[in-house]
């Protein structure tokens, strides 16, 4: 079970600083325990990034697992750690390390993360006809079918294929499978709903979050007879069906009204449509519901007045896995946290991926993707072990197309720029906000919501300071933190 006693988020002090110095598009980094603004989205000119094997210093291991799991770490990891560690060695040394004489058991995995590796490095230098030759030995085996480490090399492979493409103006041309990705930002914001509540009902990260979520709103408005809840995605809105549950079943400090903002820049129809379909279930349980649709070009035109908050009313805000997609735009972020200030929310909750994939060093940005959607694709392989389709379109629609624009867009056509939570802590900061920490029964919800699921047992959970980190087979997935000015 879940151990409360605080655990440090293990990176290698030479990564940790190479990250942070590297974070460029929020508008503060971390250095000597001190943030100072950075003003560069992006680097002015093009640069050609030296490759360095620091890249290769990936977060440790660790965490309190739910229950003794048969396989302790994740195979796919485990390859992509062995391909870098051999790929090192064939830069810097004529002789094999003794965990390269023991990877004879997946060494075709191997070879594919190695061919990656080495285009990887070509495109850093701008070596494109170089780096094709890799990637069309990596083209020939990899597929969006097959193993974990197979299909990770065809979605990457893809964006390398792209990447090259848009730096040279060329036309590729691939000489086997390939898919049509879909736009990146609309199948991740707003999928298929089937194929969302699908992932909600077998990942067990999806649920944990919204658990651990819902509690923590819970915890902050326990005695308070009305509710106003900003929701920055609401996508299906299933977190609000849980939260509707546990309000109508009090006997002590019943709710007297509920009320949603759902807050969109697109896709009104879907919107209300979750909309609807939350007030009927709120129908069904007696809880005075109202649901608000507030539409914007962007967050910068969002203002405290547009919410209609009452004095009497508490402010939640909830932010699932949405503020990352706007670090690219730091003004939207630096206007969103003055109106969020202004309506003095009582809690703040903050769901975000733990990745540093918004280096602007190519190489860099390509490393830790690929560790942490390996990691992903493993989890993948189990939750979905028994619907393989299913599987197939869940990758295709939100980590494929993810993977595509996170390595070949640029500028303000990348749109995923996944930060940890330490960085997330000194932008907020910024604003006078402050973490609190997640309560017992929060973690006790995660406990629970993992232990009904058949994959829940390959989950870990720690914390970070003051919020709670769900990872798999101890490698850290996403966050779950909360936020009061």
């Known amino acids: 079970m879940f151990d409360a006693e605080k655990s440090d988020f293990a990176i290698s002090q030479n990564h940790q600083q190479c990250v942070y110095e590297d974070i460029v598009s929020l508008p503060c980094e971390l250095h000597d325990d001190e943030t100072r603004g950075v003003t560069d989205i992006e680097p002015k000119s093009r640069q050609n990034y030296a490759f360095s094997t620091e890249y290769f210093e990936v977060p440790m291991k660790h965490g309190y ?17 062995v391909a870098a560690e051999r790929f090192i060695h064939s830069i810097k040394h004529p002789y094999p390390s003794h965990s390269l004489a023991h990877c004879g058991q997946n060494s075709q995995g191997v070879r594919l993360i190695q061919s990656l590796l080495s285009c990887a490095e070509k495109v850093a230098d701008n070596q494109y006809e170089r780096a094709l030759k890799f990637l069309k030995e990596c083209d020939v085996e990899s597929f969006s079918t097959g193993t974990p480490i197979q299909r990770l090399a065809f979605y990457f492979s ?29 199948s991740v914001m707003f999928p298929n709903i089937n194929l969302f509540l699908s992932f909600q009902k077998e990942h067990p990260l999806a649920q944990v979050t919204k658990l651990v ?27 609000w069906i849980i939260l509707m ?76 896995y949405v503020l990352a997609n706007h670090v690219g735009r730091v003004e939207q972020l630096d206007h969103l946290m003055t109106v969020m200030r202004t309506l003095n929310p009582c809690v703040m909750i903050l769901t975000e991926l733990e990745a540093n994939c918004n280096s602007p060093t190519f190489v860099e940005r ?40 996170i390595l070949a867009a ?61 990872g798999w087979k101890g490698t850290p997935l996403s966050s779950v933190s909360a936020w009061t000015f």
């Open 65 to 81: 697992e739910m229950e003794s799991a048969d396989d302790q770490t994740s195979s796919t990891e485990e390859t992509i750690r």
């Open 158 to 186: 893809r964006a390398l294929f792209e990447k090259i493409a848009n730096e040279t103006g060329r036309i590729i041309v691939k000489n086997v499978e390939d898919i049509n990705l879909p736009n990146p930002v609309e």
């Open 213 to 239: 979520g819902v509690q923590a709103i819970l915890d902050h408005v326990e005695r308070n007879g009305t509710i106003q809840i900003i929701d920055l995605e609401i996508r299906s809105g299933v977190q």
């Open 245 to 320: 549950q546990d309000l109508a079943s009090r006997t002590e400090h019943p709710v007297q009204s509920l009320r949603i903002t759902a807050v969109g820049t697109k896709w009104r129809s879907i919107i209300q449509e979750t909309g609807r379909q939350l007030a009927g279930f709120a129908r069904s349980l007696n809880l005075e519901f109202t649901f608000e649709t507030l539409m914007v070009a962007d967050f910068s035109d969002l203002n405290h007045a547009l919410f209609h908050a009452h004095a009497d009313e508490p402010v939640v805000v909830y932010a699932p």
């Open 366 to 405: 390509f490393v830790e993707s690929l560790f942490f959607f390996g990691v992903f694709f493993d989890s993948l392989e189990c939750c979905f072990k028994h619907d393989e389709a299913r599987r197939v379109e869940v990758e295709s629609c939100w980590f494929g197309s993810s993977i595509k624009n």
């Open 410 to 470: 640029d500028g303000e056509e990348r749109k995923f720029r996944h930060v940890s939570i330490k960085v997330w802590r000194a932008f907020f900061a910024r604003y006078g906000l402050e973490e609190v920490e997640l309560s017992s029964s929060s973690v006790d919800q995660a406990c629970i919501g993992l232990q009904s699921l058949a994959c829940g047992r390959f989950c870990t959970l720690y914390r970070d300071g003051k919020c709670l980190t769900i």
